[in-house]
């Protein structure tokens, strides 16, 4: 069992910067790939970004160049870079983690972007 639990979300003007976190427990998450996704209002759940045991990083094209992906597994912590914010990024943001056949995601988090 995995919990993971993200941080950091909140309100930020277009063109401002929010870092979040994914803290987890239970177990530790440094031997798997980390995903980010984002889920906007009507839309489905994207993938964002991703990050391997290895620390290779993928992004989706909306936001590669603007959002960087890392770890530290001293912490147990995934975190998500967000800069140059639009308000098309405006979700709740969720981690993943996924160990054999089963998911864990986290309670999600909430971006904001005003124009």
């Known amino acids: 069992q995995v919990q993971l639990v993200e941080s950091g979300g909140g309100l930020v003007q277009a063109g401002g910067s929010l870092s979040l976190s994914c803290a987890a427990s239970?177990?530790?998450?440094?031997?798997?790939?980390v995903s980010w996704f984002r889920q906007a209002p009507g839309k489905e759940r994207e993938w964002v970004a991703g990050?391997?045991?290895?620390?290779?990083?993928n992004y989706a094209n909306s936001v590669k160049g603007r959002f960087t992906i890392s770890r530290d597994n001293a912490k147990n912590t995934v975190y998500l870079q967000m800069n140059s914010l639009k308000p098309e990024d405006t979700a709740v943001y969720y981690c993943?983690?996924?160990?054999?056949?089963?998911?864990?995601w986290g309670q999600g988090t909430q971006v904001t972007v005003s124009s």
């Open positions: 993943l983690v996924q160990i054999g056949v089963d998911d864990y």
């Open positions: 990050i391997t045991r290895g620390g290779s990083t």
């Open positions: 239970g177990r530790t998450f440094s031997s798997y790939t």
